[in-house]
């Protein structure tokens, strides 16, 4: 599957982006989805996930209650709300689809990970 990310730029502290990330390929609607974020200079962390049923999701404890995740599988998306942005936020977010083989939970890792996108920039101004 490949995916393509959009909905990233500069954005100024308490905005609310939204962003897409639109699916090619296999099917989508049985894959779990998940976003995931990268600061310079850090590691590639979670963000959120939402499982194929569409309704089960998890966050990380970072954005809890600021960002939301959903899914169109009509569409072949995926989304992350993001309200009440903060500078820490800034980062490179990616989409990916959750291996198969994976527990989904709110310590999704890199390695649960079966495909990436090629990453959208938010850079959220203070």
């Known amino acids: 599957v490949q995916l393509q990310a959009s909905g990233g730029g500069l954005v100024q502290a308490g905005g609310s982006p939204r962003l897409s990330c639109t699916a090619s390929?296999?099917?989508?609607?049985?894959?779990?989805m998940a976003w995931f974020r990268q600061a310079p200079g850090n590691e590639r962390e979670f963000v959120a996930a939402i499982h194929r049923n569409g309704w089960t999701r998890y966050y990380a404890d970072s954005v809890k209650g600021r960002f939301t995740i959903s899914r169109d599988d009509a569409k072949n998306t995926v989304y992350l709300q993001m309200n009440s942005l903060k500078p820490e936020d800034t980062a490179i977010y990616y989409c990916?689809?959750?291996?198969?083989?994976?527990?989904?939970?709110?310590?999704?890792?890199?390695?649960?990970?079966?495909?990436w996108g090629k990453g959208t920039l938010v850079t959220v101004s203070s």
């Open positions: 390929g296999r099917a989508f609607s049985t894959y779990g």
């Open positions: 990916a689809v959750i291996s198969g083989r994976a527990w989904m939970s709110s310590s999704l890792s890199v390695d649960d990970i079966e495909s």
